[in-house]
């Protein structure tokens, strides 16, 4: 069945600092993928997509490319703030799913000022 | 900006009774989902629900589980009799043709 690997957490890393979070994926067909955010207290909010093949999802600085030759979608930010610290989630939605999401096991991301 | 609720937002319950959580989507949304998290693990798919029935479910979700949309709003998720493998965070989710799922907050479920 399908399947998604995060690196192992937690990340703690300074202000303006590199992230990369790694995901790895198994799925039949096409799948699409995500990486979604929880901050305390709050639900999973969708922070970027990617449906297809080298597709590049965007959005509040975040960047992960889809690449299917190594089936990987990791999560990339050039400069981190106090504010990025919350726990991030890979996912995919199999190609033949109405819609069920699969899910990593999450990494907590602490940024220290 | 339209969210997804879910109450209560923390139920603690004794083993063997019943519980029922409510969620209340997205109004113009069509397709419902519930997903639950153990301490811990990963968020795990239980039910999709479409045009008043189950589109899909996953293993965890047995006999003991249900699925309604009793009015235009709500949608609820229940356990028939719990068990102390219930506890978890229990998450609601929406979405349009998109398909871009919205979640609510969560539902924490304590199982004494």
């Known amino acids: 069945g399908d399947s998604v690997t995060q690196m192992e957490g937690p990340v703690t890393l300074s202000e303006e600092a590199f992230l990369t979070i790694n995901c790895t994926y198994t799925?039949?067909?096409?799948?699409?993928l995500f990486w979604y955010v929880q901050y305390p207290g709050e639900g999973l909010q969708l922070l970027l997509k990617a449906t297809k093949a080298d597709d590049k999802g965007s959005n509040k600085g975040f960047e992960a490319t889809y690449r299917k030759e190594t089936t990987s979608f990791h999560l990339e930010k050039g400069s981190v703030q106090v504010s990025d610290s919350a726990v991030y989630f890979c996912a995919l939605r199999g190609g033949t799913s109405y819609g069920k999401l699969t899910f990593g096991q999450g990494t907590i991301l602490t940024v220290h000022p | 900006e339209p969210e997804v609720t879910q109450t209560p937002s923390h139920q603690v319950t004794q083993m063997g009774q019943e519980v029922i959580l409510r969620c209340v989507p997205i109004?113009?949304?069509?397709?419902f989902y519930w997903y639950r998290q153990i301490l811990g693990q990963k968020v795990e798919f239980l039910v999709s629900f479409y045009n008043n029935e189950i589109s899909e479910k996953s293993e965890i979700f047995d006999d003991q589980f249900s699925v309604e949309r009793p009015d235009g709003s709500n949608f609820t998720l229940k356990i028939r009799s719990t068990k102390l493998e219930d506890s978890a965070m229990y998450f609601c989710?929406?979405?349009?043709?998109?398909?871009?799922?919205?979640f609510g907050p969560g539902t924490r479920l304590t199982v004494l």
């Open positions: 989710a929406s979405s349009d043709y998109s398909n871009e799922q919205f």
């Open positions: 109004s113009n949304h069509l397709y």
């Open positions: 799925a039949t067909g096409y799948p699409s």
